[in-house]
């Protein structure tokens, strides 16, 4: 529900609160470890699962108040900074546990989030007309380029049946499930493959480990530039940028998994692998990742919510997967197994897409009493090329 809380009752609360609660939990974590053992530690991990949650749905209410149409995919590709954070974690969470200990680990991921907390505060209102630091320009500049939604704070009431059915938005939603499923076996089990299949040590480990977070970041950045600039040439409509990116995102990282099956007893073949199919995975910010906001913009922090929810559950499946068929038994072949999986996951979900996807605006985005009007130019964005708009 991260994505319709932050609709209802804006993101500003709702990012910086679960982000709040997550900052005290960690904190908290190495304390509860000695106290209640490893069920204390399980519930507070479960707590800053559902706080964290929020984070990427919320996001998306934020770009449909402040970001024109025609930087918004500049603005998603910022959400990778996420795998930006887990290059830089990863490293110094092995010299910290390596110079000092676990426990610090913990002490310094929370007091950093208390301190993004207080920022996000400080400088963050939910739109543009609430804002009392801005200028007059740029906030009629947003106004006129984002149109009424820049300034309504009313939620509109969600269509559930049309969204519900409505093959774009499920489109979204297994794509973003089968790229974060393989997201989270990166992240959760790559570290114990170098461990375990290749004998790294921690601080090594950490080194390499972060190498493909720092790939998908600037991937991020190039393709969301890219992106946006030919949709202003109007060459190509939003449907095909979204599925030409979303392809190259999802479906080749698919057959580097399948060179990292016959490939992944080597260090240098294992790190260039996943280096590179992370990287390419960054390339989602130019694809799905900010359709919600090109089909629905009203609801995308809906849509994002809901996506974000069953990519959840498949970060729980593949932990049991990975776990079911390695348990003890932490070999390249076992391995082998694993990396068939991800390589058909990525599959689906890039077909799935090149099916089903759309970049055209949903005639339920609006509710009655604004369909009754014209749409504003914004609304009409993604109908005609962005050079053509007088926003």
């Known amino acids: 529900p991260g994505g319709r809380l932050a609709e209802v009752i804006g993101p ?51 770009a449909s108040k402040w ?25 110094i969470s092995g010299l910290l546990i390596d110079y000092f200990n676990w426990e610090s680990v913990f ?20 739109t543009p007309s609430q804002h009392p630091r ?11 380029s984002i149109g009424v939604e820049s300034t309504n704070r009313k939620p509109h009431k969600v269509p559930w049946v049309r969204l519900f059915t409505s093959k774009p938005v499920w489109a979204i939603i297994i794509t973003h499930a089968a790229s974060v499923f393989c997201y989270f076996t990166f992240v959760n089990q790559l570290p114990t493959y170098m461990k375990h299949v290749l004998g790294l040590d921690i601080k ?6 972060s190498f493909p977070y720092i790939g998908k970041y600037v991937m991020a950045l190039i393709t969301s530039y890219i992106a946006d600039y030919v949709r202003g040439t109007g060459k190509m409509s939003t449907t095909s940028i979204r599925k030409f990116f979303t392809t190259f995102a999802v479906g080749l990282p ?33 694809g799905y990742l900010g359709n919600g906001l090109d089909i629905a913009p009203n609801f995308s922090g809906t849509i994002f919510g809901m996506a974000n929810t069953l990519s959840s559950i498949g970060g729980f499946v593949s932990t049991y997967i990975v776990a ?21 996951t990525y599959f689906v979900g890039a077909l799935t897409y090149l099916l089903f996807g759309t970049g055209k605006l949903q005639d339920w985005n609006s509710s009655e009493d604004i369909i009754k009007k014209p749409l504003p130019d914004a609304e009409l964005a993604e109908k005609e090329p962005l050079n053509k708009q007088t926003v």
């Not at 090594?204 to 480990?209: E, R």
């Not at 698919?254 to 260090?267: E, F, H, K, R």
């Open 324 to 344: 079911d068929l390695t348990y003890q038994n932490e070999t390249y072949e076992r391995f082998q197994i694993v990396f068939w999986i991800l390589a058909a």
């Open 12 to 62: 500003k609360k709702v990012f910086g609160y679960t982000l709040l609660i997550a900052s005290i939990v960690t904190l908290f974590t190495p304390v509860t470890a000695y106290l209640s053992g490893y069920i204390g530690v399980i519930i507070l991990r479960i707590v800053i699962g559902f706080m964290l949650g929020v984070t990427f749905p919320a996001m998306q209410p934020i």
């Open 204 to 209: 090594k480990n950490g080194v390499l480990s």
């Open 107 to 126: 002490y310094v991921t929370g007091v950093l989030g208390l301190v993004w907390v207080a920022i996000w505060f400080l400088v963050m209102f939910d």
């Open 134 to 144: 801005i200028t007059k320009t740029e906030r009629e500049y947003l106004e006129k």
């Open 254 to 286: 698919g057959i580097l998994m399948i060179a990292q099956v016959y490939l992944g007893n080597s260090t240098i073949w294992t790190v260039s692998i996943f280096t590179l199919a992370l990287t390419l995975n960054g390339a989602v910010t130019a």
């Open 67 to 91: 970001i024109p149409p025609k930087d918004r995919t500049k603005f998603v590709s910022n959400m990778m900074a996420s795998s930006l954070g887990a290059a830089i974690t990863l490293p």
